[in-house]
């Protein structure tokens, strides 16, 4: 029976390596997948998936007005032998509700396993609205685990970082690499802020 996965970490956990490697698995056995990445991406453009360690994946552009599950069916029927194995989402945290709703039919309507990888909170350890749909509508939930950037603890949340100071107000998304975010752990976060 398939099942909507959500995988969440903080930056440099290695969700993107993770579809990437996923696919890898599922295409060896010759068992196609799909791979859709926000239009709001980290890395390069939105019809990429792309890892820190340099590996890059096509990916089917999502944008706010993208229906998932017909963008879906529509590629199951043009499939060779009409069927796809696996949906995988990267950068999930920026998907909408009604994506995360359109992706619940991809499982129970077309019987297709769904695997969504993103972050869970901001920088001001909010939720993103696909991260909270996610936690609402998900049938498993995994964390991908990394360590704290100055220390050796689990790293659970994200510094934003402007001008090299740690911020905690603005936009909540703001495309960013290492120089703007750093995974942190709880006590990390709050000595920034102390210190700042």
């Not at 340099?54 to 032998?81: C, Q, W």
């Not at 934003?160 to 909540?172: C, L, T």
Request: net charge neutral; charged share 25%.
């Amino acid at each position: 029976m398939a099942q909507l996965y959500y995988k969440y970490g903080t930056m440099n956990s290695g969700k993107s390596f993770e579809i990437i490697k996923v696919a890898y698995n599922y295409e060896e056995q010759g068992k196609p997948v799909l791979i859709y990445s926000p239009s709001i991406s980290a890395r390069g453009n939105a019809d990429r998936v792309g890892s820190r360690v340099g590996f890059e994946r096509d990916a089917i552009p999502v944008y706010k007005e993208t229906n998932l599950y017909e963008s879906v069916k529509s590629r199951v029927a043009a499939s060779a032998n009409g069927k796809i194995y696996c949906v995988l989402i990267d950068e999930a945290q920026f998907l909408k509700k009604h994506h995360i709703l359109e992706l619940t039919q991809v499982v129970d309507e077309l019987n297709i396993p769904v695997m969504a990888f993103g972050l869970k909170n901001d920088f001001q350890n909010q939720l993103f609205e696909g991260s909270y749909n996610l936690l609402v509508q998900a049938d498993k939930i995994e964390e991908i685990k990394t360590i704290c950037w100055y220390c050796d603890r689990k790293a659970t949340m994200v510094i934003r970082f402007n001008d090299s100071q740690p911020v905690n107000a603005g936009e909540q998304i703001q495309i960013g690499g290492n120089e703007d975010y750093k995974p942190v752990c709880r006590r990390c976060y709050n000595e920034a802020f102390r210190k700042a």
